[in-house]
């Protein structure tokens, strides 16, 4: 495999994979089907924590400002990412910690 570096002149949305293997659509920020699958249940959690979200928000911009500054703003440039709950983060994970057949992690008994 070779690798090269790329122009410094030119977009990386400009760029295109020559190796026929890059899958560049996976790159793009995108609601996983489960939102769509279960929307009430989404739409429930984003309204019932939407103090918690705003809190987060508000703390952040007032102990990171900078940080704060540039996340918000590749927020509000990320394609599909102008209904993020969570801003200035681009997405949303509920972590319930089950253990399941189809996805164990190490604490998991």
Known sequence: MVFRTAPADTHPH?????????????ML???PHETFEYKQLYLNIQNNLREVFEWIEQTVAHYLPDGYTVLAELVDILPNADESPVKPFLSLVVNINV???GHQDRKDF
Request: with cysteine; glycine share 6%.
């Open 14 to 26: 400009d760029l295109v994979a020559t190796s026929g293997r890059t899958n560049l659509t996976q």
């Open 29 to 31: 920020p995108y609601m």
């Open 99 to 101: 253990c399941t057949i």
